[in-house]
Antibody
């Protein structure tokens, strides 16, 4: 079945970087975008950006420009999201979500990766 | 950024009730709107896309309508499994943005 399996929880110190992975299975990885969405505890959802696994093209929300990098390894059908210069406000659950183009929607989500930023 | 505003923030209802949630966009987004259901500790689950298209596998008691700046999600007969938080999301312009959520509670 179609699924996105994310890496495990991370604990980081302020100023560090974190890299979260998202492994796709059950479909052709390069045929769908991967989006990243985060959610702080008890808060709403925040879209961070997207990546086209075929071309490697990316688009980031301005809020994260300069701090986020989305990459992929097509040989293992895995997308990555790296966030640098971490601060306490980055403590959240980070989700990857498949972006279908026809029709456009985020239709399959990973279970989420908890990132805690604490000194 | 396009602001998405949901109302109400919390809704108390009983099993069998008809429930309507409203989402307003700060500018026109055509029909590029999705609705998600989220339960505690779980990822969001897509219910509706392009304002009114039901995602495969989603019960037909869920429906969406609207275009431009005003949208609604309707649950025709609330079931026990439907108590959750619902989010709207626009994908007309970057950055994609979500509403603040509507929590549907048991009355």
């Amino acid at each position: 079945q179609v699924q996105l399996v994310q890496s495990g929880a991370e604990v980081k110190k302020p100023g560090a970087s974190v890299k979260v992975s998202c492994k796709a299975s059950g479909y052709t990885f390069t045929s769908y975008d991967i989006n990243w969405v985060r959610q702080a505890t008890g808060q709403g959802l925040e879209w961070m950006g997207w990546m086209n696994p075929n071309s490697g093209n990316t688009g980031y929300a301005q809020k994260f420009q300069g701090r986020v990098t989305m990459t992929r390894n097509t040989s293992i059908s895995t997308a990555y999201m790296e966030l640098s210069s971490l601060r306490s406000e980055d403590t959240a659950v980070y989700y990857c979500a498949r972006g279908s183009k026809t029709p456009r929607r985020m239709d399959v989500w990973g279970k989420g990766t908890t990132v805690t930023v604490s000194s | 950024d396009i602001q998405m505003t949901q109302s109400p923030s919390t809704l108390s209802a009983s099993v069998g009730d008809r429930v309507t949630i409203t989402c307003r966009a700060s500018q026109s987004i055509s029909s590029w709107l999705a609705w998600y259901q989220q339960k505690p500790g779980k990822a969001p689950n897509l219910l509706i896309y392009k304002a009114s298209s039901l995602e495969s596998g989603v019960p037909s008691r869920f429906s969406g309508s609207g275009s431009g700046t005003e949208f609604t999600l309707t649950i025709s007969s609330l079931q026990p499994d439907d108590f959750a938080t619902y989010y709207c999301q626009q994908y007309n312009g970057s950055p994609w943005t979500f509403g603040q959520g509507t929590k549907v509670e048991i009355k």
